[in-house]
């Protein structure tokens, strides 16, 4: 009875070990997509980098943090009056679990179009406005984050 005992202990503390060891060596994946241009084909194609990257380490069982970053032109993807791919975010943005799939705006590129158009301006609400989106990449690169513009 006690060596099967010592041999059921042995047995855990082999899976404790081994399940501890993959956790520790499993990679993080996190990665900074700019866009910052209003084109259509350009946004859908950082959509599709994101869904892509998503999918691939969906499939491997490891999760993906993204962050879509826009300023300059590109905030009118995320701008909720003027988003030709609107739809697409609130898509992405409900399939993403348990990945993480987070939209940037740029809040001086905002303040910038409320100033020149002399109204307040919107984003979608799958958004967060950052101070600086350019600020936001280096921040992100700084910290091991991969990056990649379309």
Known sequence: MR???RSIAGAVLFALIASSAHAAGAKEHRVAIQVNQNDPALMNLALNNATNVMEFYKAKGEDVQIEIVTYGP?????????????????????ASFPSSVKFIA?????????????????VVSEATVVPS???????LQEAG????KP
């Not at 740029?106 to 307040?120: L, P, S, V, W």
């Not at 989106?133 to 921040?139: N, T």
């Not at 984050?145 to 990649?148: A, H, N, T, V």
Request: aromatic share 4%; hydrophobic share 35%.
């Open 106 to 122: 740029c809040g001086n590129t905002k303040e910038g179009m409320e100033k020149r158009e002399g109204k307040a301006i919107s």
């Open 74 to 94: 590109g905030l009118h993807m995320l701008r909720d009056d003027t988003s030709p791919v609107k739809d697409r975010i609130k898509q992405i943005v409900a």
């Open 145 to 148: 984050w991969s990056y990649l």
């Open 3 to 5: 060596s099967l005992l």
């Open 133 to 139: 989106g350019a600020v936001r990449l280096i921040e």
